[in-house]
């Protein structure tokens, strides 16, 4: 039992499951006001003070079902039942008064009642489900007085306008506006209103109405009705409830679609998604701290002002609601909604609410947030299904392990209200919001050094600062470790570079092929040219020889007449010019200078012999090079300049042409330029023979050498031929210049 103050009003206390007697052994108050008492025989017990009281049959009401809750200017609470009549409540002499309009007197009353408001004159009117509006009596036994033109309708709403006007919500009919008890106004679908079924009636501080239904919002002002419907921004278009802040803003509840703000003319919806407790809001009270309380089908919750607009205006993720149920004084969670008024704020500052069991109210300032956060403690570590006790740190073998770890929270007041976050450092870039979940997952956790660590937070919000940690180390398979990492990059370093000394074999092998194969056919070209030479000079120019020289003998003769010596003379003039050509074409096959004279006569000899065969005057200078090639590589030389000079008799077009042989201290620079067309300039012979069989013979001949050949031109520029050969020599090279814009080829 317990003792209030000096009043010594006793109160005794049953067991959870009824019994009025036990024994108690020790007592204790927590920090957190609840008191905890020690038993004989039923364990410990646990007292805590409800913050709702709620109002049932048990305390006076006619009804458990309270569809409607309503403060008069007197201070006493009104209470419409569903068909238990009205209950009023005179909370200072703690009595109710039903006021039941079917009584003996009054056959025709309806007694389910599911609107109340009062008009300025103090006279308390009802709205019933089908028995229109009333005014309820003042005094027990005196006659009801009914609005004209409202019998048979189901009045949901009602609401008193700044100018005394009443305004009653139908089920189905639209609005209806009272004046002096008579119906002076009726507006419908057909007068703009957006739906005939009217569940709410709100005047802002402009004066205009606001009017919520079952399929939009109405604003009826000056006159006319603006709507808004799910086109304009309204999750839900079921409205239940319309709340105008101390800043002017509107908040708007819905069957469905959560609570909305309007404002500048836009909805913003804050749903369960957000961080709301319900989907239904069938009231919003807003207390002297800025909270707003809202009724639903789960319970009371509780939200604060600023963070709705924090959220809304997209400063926040998340709002945080704080749901009151059976635990905090609720006999039934559920509330009534979609009548009005749906719950009600007192001249003291409660609230009140109707449930489907009783009616409830609540002192806010006694639900003050803050509060002692909850302690919390990792209790085990799950590894691959083995459990662990969670030390400072646990450390598992190599592999990708699936981790648990399992962690509780201690609150003596609500514990079933504390809410957790968690976050594996080192692989959670942001905390998880566990919610009332005791294990974190981490499947398959890769190798690595982490920290879990958990936290722990009431009811309203509040993080503890002490949070519990744990450090967890997983091991690396073999095939991860650092000193595998390094051999498997130095096998694979060692792999590259076999695989690129293997290649780079194979191209040089490839290109001793190739050269080797480019000198055997160079060799056989040269073999084939000293027999084709030895043939023409040693067979056909021997027999052309005869041919001349019995000629002679015949003209020598003087038998000959005039007619026969003439017929001996032109042959003899005939084959001593084949005879001329012969032997020059042998001497092109194979330079005999080369073996009798040495190169720097074989090549003067040749310069010399193509410019007296042309018409193009060369610049030549050659220095003296014997002995500084082999035989085989004079020969190449020898041909290299060769091809040269018969692209620029043939094909140049040029007047004149420069032959430049110099030797160097390291090498021997050969330059052939000629002024011609060049590439490009229209001379398709000259770019089919450059860019044929003569020019690839000239390369691969230079890399028999071992020199480099360039091939310079540009349109109308002439072009230019450069072979440079390492050598032994003794006088340095002299630099030649390159033509403007050339091409190199």
Known sequence: FSIDGDTAITRRYALPDGRPGFLVRSAWVDADGNAWFGTNANGLLRARR????????????????????????????????????????????????????????????????????????????????????????????????????????????????????????????????????????????????????????????????????????????????????AADGLAATHVRAIHEDRDGTLWIGTYGGGLHRFRDD??????????????????????????????????????????????????????????????????????????????????RGHLWFPTVEGVAVVDPSRATPGGRPPSVVIEDVVVDGEVRPAGASVAVGPGRPNIEFRYAGLSLSTPEHIRFRYRLEAFDEKWTDA??????????????????????????????????????????????????????????????????????????AERAARESFSRQLIESQEHERR???????????????????????ALRSASLDIAAREQVQRITDVVTGSLHNIRALAHNLTPHQLDHLGVTTALRTMVDEVAASCDVDFTVHIDPIDGMLTLENEINLYRIMQEALSNIVHHSGARCAQVDVRRGTNR?????????????????????????????????????????????????????????????????????PEPTDAVRV
Not at 501 to 508: E, F, G, K, T
């Open 266 to 347: 836009a909805f913003k919806a804050i749903t369960p998604r957000d961080g709301l407790a319900d989907d239904v809001v069938s009231a919003i009270l807003e207390d002297d701290a800025g909270q707003f309380w809202m009724s639903g089908n789960r319970g009371i919750h509780r939200v604060a002002r600023d963070q709705l607009n924090a959220f809304a205006d997209g400063r926040i993720e998340r709002v945080h609601a704080v749901l009151y149920g059976r635990s905090d004084g609720l006999r039934n969670p559920e509330t009534n909604g979609g009548f009005q008024p749906a719950a009600w704020k007192d001249a």
């Open 668 to 736: 021997l620079a050969v330059r052939i330029a000629d002024e011609g067309r060049g590439f490009g300039g229209g001379a398709e012979g000259r770019a089919t023979a450059l860019g044929g069989f003569g020019l690839s013979g000239m390369s691969e001949r230079a890399r028999i050498l071992g020199g480099a050949l360039e091939v310079w031109s540009a349109p109308g520029q002439g072009t230019r031929i450069e072979l440079t050969v390492p050598v032994a020599a003794t006088s340095p090279c002299v630099p030649m």
């Open 531 to 553: 027999r084709l030479a030895g043939e023409l000079h040693d067979g056909l120019g021997q027999e052309l020889l005869i041919v001349r020289n019995r000629a002679l003998i």
């Open 50 to 229: 409800n913050l709702f009281t709620t109002y049932t049959t048990e305390s006076g009401l006619s009804h458990d079902v309270a569809t409607a809750v309503f403060g008069d200017r007197s201070g006493r609470m009104w209470v419409g039942t569903n068909c238990g009549g009205v209950n009023e409540l005179d909370l200072v002499q703690r009595t109710v008064r039903v006021s039941n309009p079917r009584s003996p007197g009054d056959p025709e009353g309806d007694p389910c009642v599911f609107s109340l408001t009062q008009d300025t004159a103090g006279t308390v009117w009802q709205g019933t489900y089908g028995g229109g509006v009333s005014a309820l009596p003042r005094v027990a036994g005196e006659r009801r007085t009914e609005v004209d033109g409202m019998w048979g309708r189901s009045v949901l709403a009602l609401f008193t306008a700044s100018d005394g006007t009443v305004w009653a919500g139908t089920r189905a009919s639209g609005l209806f506006a009272i004046r002096d008890g008579r119906v002076h106004a009726i507006y419908t679908t057909d007068q703009g209103l957006v739906h005939n079924s009217v569940r709410t009636i709100r005047q802002t501080r402009d004066g205009a109405l606001w009017i919520g239904t079952t399929d939009g919002l109405s604003r009826f002002s000056g006159g006319r009705f603006t709507s808004f419907t």
């Open 435 to 508: 919610g009332s979940r005791l294990v974190a997952y981490y499947p398959r956790l890769p190798a690595g050094t982490y920290r879990f660590v958990v936290m722990a937070a009431n009811r309203d919000g509040v993080w503890g600062a002490a949070r519990s940690e744990v450090t967890l180390r997983v091991a690396p398979a073999v095939w991860n470790t650092l000193w595998f990492r390094v051999l498997g990059s130095i096998g694979a370093l060692l792999l590259v570079v076999a695989v690129l000394r293997r290649r780079a074999a194979l191209v040089r």
